[in-house]
């Protein structure tokens, strides 16, 4: 499956008949690729993932293209890893294909593999609840990823980890997601600097795209790489302009 | 642990008791003692087994049925928004008229034999288990149900592999208190009209002055209903075995 380009064009977006949190909002996601959007809190970030999702609760105008349109393409990673209590991991990471009833030995196989490539291996028949924060977290990543869709939606995966599992995660995420169209939001510049191939930063009041980065090396990028250096004082500065 | 603690309960609400009957000297047919109610126990042992039987058959009966009827309710009230319309205040009427006061009419109708007990104790069942299990259900996760769709999940996958697991803790609470309740059903019914059971043991004994073997029958069906509930704690300890209870 080849991974699409998502664009968006004038969009508007309310809750109820709240003031919009989008106007006529237009913004282009590149294939194959992840693309970070970063931007202050309450800016519409996670809203402006939804909309991409499918999700609905909000009014809103306006369009979403994958290009090539492929049905059902869109995976999810949130904020909680979501694991069911009641499952395994293996069980877990395999849920997509329970859920459509599509569930083969080659799914269990794939889930095998998968989690053994997360660095979990000897844990599939572990429940959630006895695995540590950034081993759920990883499960729940290879939920997403077990899904193969050509395209990810992150909506902040790793902002409740600690500072070195987060970044363990990075890099493995950066690593599995490779080729995949993959949005990203969050609220940290240094992850955006070390993920994304593309930084785009929503800012203002019905958010705009206020600018644009490209950061050319490969992810996952180290710190004290010259490119992000270079970005990460401008990206610090453009988030402060709209932090209240 | 829990064997020694409910041992050390035992002893000391049995000593309390003597105390009572030596402090206040309340004449043996008011407060019998605890030694002539165990010599009831064993002298009365054959006959209260019997009725025993009874009993335990019409508690276990009514929470089986009570479940499957508080369950099927609640996934019909999920299911269908226009049913759960009907339904709800069918469910609410259900509790608000005493079951007490239907006795009379459930002996009425089913006869003076098990079936009216077994519908007196189902009456009592029913609600908690209903309402539990259907707010259990109502409260699942927004953010699991967006994943389901997310993943293209039917209805009836998302409602087997998300919402109805999610949903067994408060089952689970519901039908708890639906074993500690049930044996009050099969009891009351057993008052209003029977010919066997503890209850009806009870009323016997009753219009006899026997009031030791009214504390046997009572101290008999207490043992039951604790063993009730602790079995079915168990269970669901099993069941729901990622969200065991805590405590006793």
């Given at each position: 499956m080849s991974a699409p380009t998502i664009?968006?064009?004038?969009?508007?977006?309310r809750f109820g008949s709240d003031a919009p949190l989008f106007d006529t909002l237009s913004l282009d996601i590149a294939a194959g690729k992840t693309s970070c959007i970063l931007g202050p809190s309450g800016c519409g970030k996670s809203t402006l993932l939804r909309f991409i999702s499918g999700a609905t609760g909000f009014n809103s105008q306006g369009t979403v293209q994958f290009s090539p349109s492929e049905a059902s393409t869109v995976a999810w990673m949130g904020q909680d890893d979501l694991l069911l209590p009641w499952m395994s991991l293996i069980d877990n990471v395999m849920l997509?294909?329970?859920?459509?009833?599509?569930?083969?030995?080659?799914?269990?196989?794939?889930?095998?593999?998968?989690?053994?490539?997360?660095?979990?291996?000897?844990?599939?028949?572990t429940l959630p609840q006895a695995l540590s924060g950034g081993m759920r977290q990883r499960a729940a990543l290879l939920r997403t990823l077990m899904?193969?869709?050509?395209?990810?939606l992150m909506d902040e995966p790793f902002s409740a980890l600690d500072a070195l599992t987060r970044i363990r995660l990075q890099d493995l995420s950066?690593?599995?997601?490779?080729?995949?169209?993959?949005?990203?939001?969050?609220?940290?510049?240094?992850e955006a600097l070390r993920m994304a191939h593309r930084i785009i930063i929503l800012g203002g009041s019905p958010a705009q795209v206020k600018t644009t980065i490209d950061v050319h090396t490969r992810p996952p990028r180290s710190p004290d790489s010259s490119e992000v250096i270079e970005h990460y004082g401008r990206l610090l500065e453009l988030l402060l302009e709209d932090h209240h | 642990m829990a064997a020694l603690r409910l041992i050390v309960l035992a002893a000391g609400l049995i000593g309390l008791w003597q105390l009572l009957v030596l402090a206040t000297q309340v004449p043996p047919y008011i407060l019998p003692g605890p030694l002539p109610v165990a010599q009831a126990l064993i002298d009365h042992g054959p006959l209260l087994l019997k009725h025993l039987k009874t009993t335990t058959f019409e508690i276990i009966a009514g929470l089986l049925i009570g479940t499957l009827l508080g369950v099927s309710c609640a996934l019909t009230m999920i299911i269908s928004p226009l049913l759960k319309?009907?339904?709800?205040?069918?469910?609410?009427?259900?509790?608000?008229?005493?079951?007490?006061?239907?006795?009379p009419i459930l002996v009425l109708w089913f006869g003076y034999g098990m079936a009216s007990k077994i519908a007196m104790a189902v009456l009592i069942i029913f609600f908690p288990v209903a309402a539990s299990f259907y707010q259990g259900m109502r409260r699942t996760s927004p953010d699991l149900l967006e994943l389901a769709r997310i993943m293209g999940a039917g209805p009836f996958a998302t409602l087997r592999y998300i919402v109805i697991p999610s949903a067994l803790p408060a089952f689970g609470s519901g039908l708890r208190v639906a074993a500690a309740v049930a044996p009050i059903g099969a009891i009351v019914g057993e008052w209003v009209g029977s010919s066997s059971g503890l209850g009806f043991y009870m009323l016997h004994a009753n219009a006899r002055m026997q009031v030791d073997v009214m504390f046997a029958a009572l101290a008999v069906l207490s043992v039951t209903a604790l063993l009730i509930y602790f079995?079915?704690?168990?269970?669901?300890?099993?069941i729901i075995y990622w969200e065991p209870s805590k405590g006793i």
């Open positions: 664009q968006i064009r004038d969009l508007t977006l997509g294909a329970r859920l459509r009833g599509e569930l083969s030995e080659s799914h269990r196989r794939r889930a095998v593999e998968l989690i053994a490539r997360g660095r979990l291996a000897g844990f599939e028949q899904e193969g869709r050509s395209v990810l950066a690593e599995l997601t490779r080729g995949t169209t993959t949005v990203l939001v969050t609220h940290d510049a240094a | 319309r009907w339904m709800q205040p069918v469910l609410v009427i259900s509790q608000a008229i005493p079951v007490f006061a239907l006795a079995s079915v704690d168990y269970l669901l300890d099993k």
